[in-house]
């Protein structure tokens, strides 16, 4: 029998999990609901994507700033309709991605705003991947590059379908209206780029800097494990520190202590990791109070002591035993 993952829900290569340590339920941060897949809508046939119509933005018009749209004119296209506002000049988006986003969406109709990420400070974070995003959303930003304004409209079809999403007051006819400002785009071969920091505690594991999306070689100390919490900068990004109540995209490994041996990792596995640090303070409460209060766009090494980890119940037939102090680097690449 194939053994329950510790942190990472078992998926297939390419795509991004969504469970945290040790539970079998998605532990996603609960993202805004209008673009998120509705479970009633299955797959459906590709669009044709058009160039509009599409209703003018009357303000706001500047990357990162909240969007005034006006009231869609007349008839909305059948056809998935995309306008590139703004051309960024980051990376590609490619399908099965996660993207980091500001987004603004309205009924086409009525001009009515169902919802925004702008008022509430912070950017959505989601997979581009069936099922995780409604299919306008999929497929209107495949291809787009990073620090792109993308505005698009959504027939019902590649929307929430003929039920609609009535918790958010869209209709089964509605077409919707999305701004959507890229901030970046992450996949399973990203590492952070931030400044090394040096690592002159001989007390401590040493860990690789490289950025190429490859595994971190971790050098634990053939020395006595420290008591405490350790949490410390490898690489130093410069974004926003972590707090507590959000939740964390990343790559991560995790090692035992005194043998040196991993018993899981992201990097190199064709996958990241998602879990909010709430949640993670049932399983591995060591982890999550050494990421908070770290920079997004940071590698953070973290020694966590057994009262801090899994005690003297670890989970079964791994390299992870009763009092076992636990070695994780994490890769901090966006919060949420």
Request: aromatic letters at 6%.
């Amino acid at each position: 029998m194939r053994r329950r993952s510790l942190i990472l829900a078992a998926v297939p290569a390419g795509l991004v999990t969504l469970a945290a340590c040790g539970d079998k339920k998605s532990a996603s941060s609960k993202a805004s609901v209008p673009p998120s897949a509705s479970p009633s809508v299955s797959s459906v046939p590709p669009p044709k994507i058009v160039d509009g119509p599409l209703p003018a933005i009357t303000a706001g018009a500047k990357f990162g700033e909240k969007p005034t749209v006006s009231k869609g004119q007349g008839a909305p296209s059948k056809n998935l309709a995309v306008r590139t506002a703004i051309a960024g000049g980051g990376r590609a988006i490619a399908e099965n991605d996660f993207i980091q986003a500001n987004y603004l969406g309205q009924i086409w109709d009525t001009g009515k705003v169902f919802d925004n990420s702008y008022d509430k400070k912070r950017p959505l974070v989601l997979q581009l991947a069936e099922g995780s995003v409604i299919d306008g959303w999929r497929y209107a930003l495949t291809g787009k590059k990073a620090g792109s304004r993308i505005e698009i409209a959504v027939p019902p079809t590649w929307g929430y379908g003929k039920e609609g999403e009535p918790q958010a007051g869209i209709k089964g006819t509605d077409t919707l209206v999305f701004v959507i400002d890229v901030i970046d785009t992450f996949n399973s071969k990203s590492s952070v780029q931030g400044k090394p920091v040096p690592q002159t505690d001989a007390a401590l594991p040493k860990v690789a800097t490289n950025t190429d999306g490859g595994v971190p070689k971790v050098t634990v100390p053939k020395a006595a494990a420290p008591k405490k919490l350790v949490s410390t900068y490898v690489l130093e990004g410069d974004g926003p520190e972590l707090k507590a109540d959000q939740a964390v995209l990343c790559q991560f490994q995790g090692l035992v202590w005194d043998s040196g041996k991993p018993f899981q990792r992201t990097y190199g596995s064709g996958r990241l990791a998602q879990f909010p640090l709430q949640q993670m303070q049932q399983t591995v409460k060591g982890l999550a109070q050494g990421l908070t209060g770290k920079k997004v766009g940071s590698r953070v090494l973290i020694v966590v002591p057994p009262e801090l980890g899994y005690g003297d119940t670890p989970p079964s037939g791994g390299v992870i035993k009763k009092g076992s102090t636990l070695v994780f680097t994490v890769d901090i690449l966006a919060a949420m």
